[in-house]
T-cell receptor
Framework: TQLLEQSPQFLSIQEGENLTVYCNSS?????LQWYRQEPGEGPVLLVT?????EVKKLKRLTFQFGDARKDSSLHITAAQPGDTGLYLC???????????FGGGTRLMVKP | SQTIHQWPATLVQPVGSPLSLECTVE??????LYWYRQAAGRGLQLLFY??????ISSEVPQNLSASRPQDRQFILSSKKLLLSDSGFYLC???????????FGQGTRLTVV
């Protein structure tokens, strides 16, 4: 089983601050996804990255896939209270599209 | 458009009772189907996945089982629930050629 480790596990910041969440593995993934989950609901996809070194931006969120496709980062600029939630990374390999999820980063943005 | 239905939303069951959670997908055929369990505020633990009718792969040995009697139906079961089976259970699907996963709303199971 491929493992994905996310850090930090918890993050509490003030509105307007920047933050970075990391997702690391010793395994190579064909693609990596980031999800955001609200309490009591299922995760919702934010972005998929498939190419080593790829950078994608979604408004104030910047996602990067490592050159070796073993790690990824999510950077949020000028965080807002609406960014509060659980952020999950998930990796997929070429041996069938089974998704392996990281442990999640719980983000709280205080106004 | 594709939709995924998972029910019930919440369930309180006594220890030793059976369990049956159902998940159905509409608007697509031959999806990959998954059951995940999530501890409070943490990541998703893959329990079972299925690439076709009657094909079930188990990731973690436990008190649970899964079945796929129809192409778009995935059922999570237990003959006798344990306290440790409490948690938030999520059903999900994706396509072979597109790895984006779509999740149901989840079932909050409390074993008492």
């Amino acid at each position: 089983t491929q493992l994905l480790e996310q850090s930090p596990q918890f993050l509490s910041i003030q509105e307007g601050e920047n933050l970075t969440v990391y997702c690391n593995s010793s395994s190579v993934f064909s693609s990596l996804q980031w999800y955001r989950q609200e309490p009591g609901e299922g995760p919702v996809l934010l972005v998929t990255v498939v190419t080593g070194g790829e950078v994608k931006k979604l408004k104030r969120l910047t996602f990067q896939f490592g050159d070796a496709r073993k790690d990824s980062s999510l950077h949020i600029t000028a965080a807002q209270p609406g960014d509060t939630g659980l952020y999950l990374c998930a990796g997929s390999n070429n041996a069938g599209n089974m998704l392996t999820f990281g442990g999640g980063t719980r983000l709280m943005v205080k106004p | 458009s594709q939709t995924i239905h998972q029910w019930p939303a919440t369930l309180v069951q006594p220890v030793g009772s059976p369990l049956s959670l159902e998940c159905t997908v509409e608007g697509t055929s031959n999806p990959n189907l998954y059951w995940y369990r999530q501890a409070a505020g943490r990541g998703l633990q893959l329990l079972f996945y299925s690439v076709g009718i009657g094909q079930i792969s188990s990731e973690v040995p436990q008190n649970l089982s899964a079945s796929r009697p129809q192409d778009r139906q995935f059922i999570l079961s237990s003959k006798k629930l344990l306290l440790s089976d409490s948690g938030f259970y999520l059903c999900a699907w994706n396509r072979l050629t597109n790895t984006e996963a779509f999740f149901g709303q989840g079932t909050r199971l409390t074993v008492v």
